[in-house]
């Protein structure tokens, strides 16, 4: 059974980083193209940016110089470094194949960014 467990989400103010972290299991892992996304309340899940198993990184122009995408491929995991935080970043984060058919969704990680 493939997983993936999101975590590393919090209350942070306007300014503020976080990181989180995304593990998953190696069957998705290895070969696969990884992305982090976002869902806000009442909002359609977004991608926010993904990273090659290279090493190749994209992101939404609405993070763009504030969020870093990083992988591990020895420990299956992926991360996210969100610096200078805004309260539009507020959402609930996943991790997922970026591209082709998607792996059950885990349960994601809050971020809640206040003013």
């Known amino acids: 059974q493939v997983q993936l467990v999101e975590s590393g989400g919090g209350l942070v103010q306007a300014g503020g980083s976080l990181r989180l972290s995304c593990a998953a299991s190696g069957s998705i892992f290895s070969f696969n193209t990884m992305a982090w996304y976002r869902q806000a309340p009442g909002k359609q899940r977004d991608l926010v940016a993904t990273?090659?198993?290279?090493?190749?990184?994209t992101y939404a122009d609405s993070v763009k110089g504030r969020f870093t995408i990083s992988r591990d491929n020895a420990q299956n995991t992926v991360y996210l470094q969100m610096n200078s935080l805004k309260p539009e970043d507020t959402a609930v984060y996943y991790c997922n194949r970026a591209f082709g058919a998607k792996v059950p969704w885990g349960r994601g990680t809050q971020v809640t960014v206040s003013s």
């Open positions: 990273i090659a198993s290279g090493g190749t990184t």
